[in-house]
């Protein structure tokens, strides 16, 4: 009878034989000895992994797997895949411990390194950030309820076709104003008009830079055949009214008297011609009573900015022609409030018969001329007063030339030279000649709670100002032009700024200036044709000339604009109400005045 089979632990059949049995017991105890071996070996392997047992976790039912065959498998034996994966997880794990370690430590080193002035450097940047988000977020609201204050605004009667607010002649003179203030700028209730001011009903648009430096139309320009030959300055007269044109060139000795007058002051400076200006440190200047900015016209060629500035006039307006002609100009008067600029802008003032009384109100209207005038700069007039010839017949004017001279020696003007009509003063380049004046000279020095670096339409004042400004800097010793407009490190440290600061800015705008060129030349050619056989001119060669940059900050836009070779020039105008950087502008040899929008 055949006996039944059995399978031992090992899986090995045993037979009824008792060798076969002793045999395969034997064999199962030797297989048990090398199992308890390597049961001992992988508890020893384990003692050296228990370290690391928290980076990862065993999700396996039971702390060894169990084999198809009945034998436990060691999960971290060398020879198999799994156990190889989880080996090089292990290593990885380490090394992002490792690298975060280093860069944690990292970190602190640099952190308890950064210097003061590093420190400085980061806050000002912050603030800086923190004011353009609120700007920002203020003009996000201001946005915000464009639709509620939505409403038609209607265009403005033909009256008011030269309207300008703040000024009105005739709403002044009722007002009980006289004596030249009634041509000053004031902004009462009455004058904002919230209406669209029209152009004239033959308007057209102005021939090209430089054509239109020398002829503008007469329909553009409210001014009549009797206004252009009447009598004002003495380039107000340089100009010919054609049919519908009027020419401010012609061969007349009048017209070449511009450039012969020009080179007059050169050479009173001691400068071979006016092409040298710019090498004794003249690059801006301020034009009083401009006429029609034929002056500043002339000298534009020799790389020199001319700022002209007249009264408010109603019709035939000076600034207004100046300005179709593609040349800087605005509103100002010496009446009774300061000029819209920091103290120390120019380099140099003219007044060529500007109509401005330089002797009366004892003597305030020079002290203004003082404070916008450089260290070192010039002040130039031309005016029948100053004829020795004709003051020597007539004894009220020799007294009013007498103390027009007596005063500019106070305000430490040195005259360097006297010819014609024409006399040429230069500005003391050291502070020191003010504390060397006999005792009591007038007009005294403003104490720093007068002396306002950057004021805006305040009443005149009785002293010397612009001696505690931080830009007292002779022009003769500053970079000359184009050199100026890149200020060095020491040059910037005295507005609170890092050169990379200016850098930075510059690049924006240059990216920003192709950018509008790409975008408005198709406009340009469409709406401007160039003549036959013209070749094609760069934009904005043909159209754009007068560029207004209503927050011009450190000048970017400006120096943007020069670089990329654009016919332009650019009204720099910085906001009352933001930081104060217009000092900045006038020192980079730009333009700009102070206004709030």
């Given at each position: 009878?055949?006996?039944?089979?059995?399978?031992?632990?090992?899986?090995?059949?045993?037979?009824?034989?008792?060798?076969?049995?002793?045999?395969?017991?034997?064999?199962?105890?030797?297989?048990?000895?090398?199992?308890?071996?390597?049961?001992?070996?992988?508890?020893?392997?384990?003692?050296?992994?228990?370290?690391?047992?928290?980076?990862?976790?065993?999700?396996?039912?039971?702390?060894?797997?169990?084999?198809?065959?009945?034998?436990?498998?060691?999960?971290?034996?060398?020879?198999?895949?799994?156990?190889?994966?989880?080996?090089?997880?292990?290593?990885?794990?380490?090394?992002?411990?490792?690298?975060?370690?280093?860069?944690?430590?990292?970190?602190?080193?640099?952190?308890?390194?950064?210097?003061?002035?590093?420190?400085?450097?980061?806050?000002?940047?912050?603030?800086?950030?923190?004011?353009?988000?609120?700007?920002?977020?203020?003009?996000?609201?201001?946005?915000?309820?464009?639709?509620?204050?939505?409403?038609?605004?209607?265009?403005?009667?033909?009256?008011?076709?030269?309207?300008?607010?703040?000024?009105?002649?005739?709403?002044?003179?009722?007002?009980?104003?006289?004596?030249?203030?009634?041509?000053?700028?004031?902004?009462?209730?009455?004058?904002?008009?919230?209406?669209?001011?029209?152009?004239?009903?033959?308007?057209?648009?102005?021939?090209?830079?430089?054509?239109?430096?020398?002829?503008?139309?007469?329909?553009?320009?409210?001014?009549?055949?009797?206004?252009?030959?009447?009598?004002?300055?003495?380039?107000?007269?340089?100009?010919?009214?054609?049919?519908?044109?009027?020419?401010?060139?012609?061969?007349?000795?009048?017209?070449?008297?511009?450039?012969?007058?020009?080179?007059?002051?050169?050479?009173?400076?001691?400068?071979?011609?006016?092409?040298?200006?710019?090498?004794?440190?003249?690059?801006?200047?301020?034009?009083?009573?401009?006429?029609?900015?034929?002056?500043?016209?002339?000298?534009?060629?020799?790389?020199?900015?001319?700022?002209?500035?007249?009264?408010?006039?109603?019709?035939?307006?000076?600034?207004?022609?100046?300005?179709?002609?593609?040349?800087?100009?605005?509103?100002?008067?010496?009446?009774?409030?300061?000029?819209?600029?920091?103290?120390?802008?120019?380099?140099?003032?003219?007044?060529?018969?500007?109509?401005?009384?330089?002797?009366?109100?004892?003597?305030?209207?020079?002290?203004?001329?003082?404070?916008?005038?450089?260290?070192?700069?010039?002040?130039?007039?031309?005016?029948?007063?100053?004829?020795?010839?004709?003051?020597?017949?007539?004894?009220?004017?020799?007294?009013?030339?007498?103390?027009?001279?007596?005063?500019?020696?106070?305000?430490?003007?040195?005259?360097?030279?006297?010819?014609?009509?024409?006399?040429?003063?230069?500005?003391?380049?050291?502070?020191?000649?003010?504390?060397?004046?006999?005792?009591?000279?007038?007009?005294?020095?403003?104490?720093?709670?007068?002396?306002?670096?950057?004021?805006?339409?305040?009443?005149?004042?009785?002293?010397?100002?612009g001696t505690n400004s931080r830009q007292w800097v002779p022009i003769e010793e500053g970079a000359t032009w184009p050199f100026r407009s890149n200020l060095n490190k020491n040059e910037l440290e005295l507005y609170g700024l890092h050169s990379e600061e200016l850098v930075v800015d510059t690049a924006n705008y240059k990216t920003?200036?192709?950018?509008?060129?790409?975008?408005?030349?198709?406009?340009?050619?469409?709406?401007?044709?160039?003549?036959?056989?013209?070749?094609?001119?760069?934009?904005?060669?043909?159209?754009?000339?007068?560029?207004?940059?209503?927050?011009?900050?450190?000048?970017?836009?400006?120096?943007?604009?020069?670089?990329?070779?654009?016919?332009?020039?650019?009204?720099?105008?910085?906001?009352?109400?933001?930081?104060?950087?217009?000092?900045?502008?006038?020192?980079?040899?730009?333009?700009?005045?102070?206004?709030?929008?």
């Amino acid at each position: 009878m055949p006996r039944p089979l059995h399978r031992g632990v090992s899986g090995i059949r045993v037979s009824g034989n008792s060798n076969d049995f002793w045999d395969a017991e034997v064999k199962d105890n030797t297989e048990k000895e090398d199992l308890d071996r390597n049961h001992s070996s992988s508890q020893s392997f384990l003692s050296l992994r228990s370290p690391f047992r928290f980076f990862f976790q065993d999700n396996s039912p039971s702390k060894y797997g169990v084999t198809e065959n009945g034998f436990t498998a060691d999960p971290f034996g060398g020879g198999t895949p799994r156990s190889r994966h989880r080996l090089t997880m292990l290593f990885l794990k380490l090394s992002l411990v490792v690298i975060v370690i280093l860069a944690l430590t990292g970190s602190f080193w640099w952190t308890i390194s950064i210097s003061t002035s590093s420190r400085g450097h980061i806050f000002r940047g912050y603030r800086r950030l923190q004011e353009q988000l609120v700007s920002d977020l203020w003009d996000i609201g201001e946005l915000s309820l464009g639709p509620s204050r939505l409403k038609e605004i209607e265009f403005c009667s033909e009256e008011f076709e030269n309207y300008i607010p703040c000024f009105n002649v005739s709403e002044n003179v009722a007002l009980g104003y006289s004596d030249g203030n009634e041509y000053d700028r004031l902004c009462g209730h009455g004058s904002r008009k919230s209406c669209l001011v029209l152009p004239p009903v033959n308007y057209k648009i102005p021939l090209r830079w430089p054509t239109g430096k020398e002829v503008i139309w007469v329909a553009n320009v409210k001014i009549t055949g009797q206004e252009v030959f009447s009598s004002g300055s003495l380039t107000k007269r340089m100009m010919m009214l054609e049919e519908d044109q009027i020419s401010f060139r012609s061969a007349s000795l009048m017209f070449d008297g511009v450039e012969d007058y020009s080179h007059q002051i050169a050479e009173m400076i001691g400068l071979r011609n006016e092409s040298n200006l710019i090498q004794a440190g003249v690059r801006t200047i301020l034009d009083i009573g401009c006429g029609y900015g034929s002056f500043g016209a002339h000298l534009f060629s020799k790389q020199l900015l001319t700022m002209c500035i007249a009264n408010y006039e109603s019709s035939g307006s000076q600034v207004q022609l100046t300005l179709e002609r593609g040349l800087p100009a605005m509103i100002g008067s010496f009446n009774s409030k300061q000029l819209p600029y920091p103290s120390l802008s120019f380099d140099m003032l003219h007044c060529a018969r500007c109509g401005v009384d330089w002797d009366k109100k004892d003597g305030i209207f020079l002290i203004e001329a003082d404070r916008v005038l450089k260290p070192g700069g010039y002040f130039v007039w031309t005016s029948p007063l100053t004829n020795v010839h004709t003051f020597l017949r007539d004894k009220e004017k020799q007294k009013r030339w007498n103390f027009v001279r007596d005063f500019a020696e106070n305000l430490c003007w040195e005259l360097i030279s006297q010819q014609d009509e024409t006399v040429v003063w230069k500005k003391t380049n050291k502070k020191s000649c003010y504390s060397s004046r006999k005792p009591g000279s007038f007009p005294p020095i403003c104490s720093k709670g007068q002396d306002v670096e950057s004021p805006y339409y305040r009443p005149l004042q009785n002293c010397i100002g612009g001696t505690n400004s931080r830009q007292w800097v002779p022009i003769e010793e500053g970079a000359t032009w184009p050199f100026r407009s890149n200020l060095n490190k020491n040059e910037l440290e005295l507005y609170g700024l890092h050169s990379e600061e200016l850098v930075v800015d510059t690049a924006n705008y240059k990216t920003a200036v192709r950018n509008y060129w790409s975008l408005l030349s198709p406009l340009i050619f469409s709406d401007h044709p160039k003549r036959p056989g013209d070749e094609d001119p760069s934009p904005p060669y043909n159209m754009f000339r007068n560029v207004l940059d209503m927050n011009a900050r450190y000048g970017g836009f400006n120096a943007a604009l020069l670089e990329a070779g654009k016919s332009v020039w650019v009204m720099n105008v910085v906001p009352t109400t933001g930081p104060n950087y217009l000092p900045l502008v006038l020192d980079r040899g730009y333009i700009g005045v102070f206004h709030n929008w």
